[in-house]
């Protein structure tokens, strides 16, 4: 998480883990931005931000062949 961010969560941590999360563990990260995150669990790494979002939209848009879509 952003850093300044870090201060939002841990006011919450306690609720967190009483959502029958055995185990949290929050760090901070610079290159994050402000409101986004990067989540790892055993399943793989998430990596929720609207720039991540922004970048996957552009991506797609990007591979759209002419005539694919018909708007």
């Not at 969560?9 to 901070?28: D, E, N, Y």
């Amino acid at each position: 998480m952003h850093p300044e961010d870090i201060e939002q969560l841990q006011a919450h941590k306690i609720h967190l883990k009483t959502a029958h999360l055995r185990s949290l563990k929050i760090c901070s990260d610079d290159q994050i931005f402000s409101g986004g995150c990067r989540i790892k669990t055993q399943h793989g790494l998430f990596e929720i931000s609207i720039e991540k979002q922004l970048q996957q939209l552009r991506e797609k848009l990007m591979n759209i062949q002419p005539g694919e879509y018909n708007v």
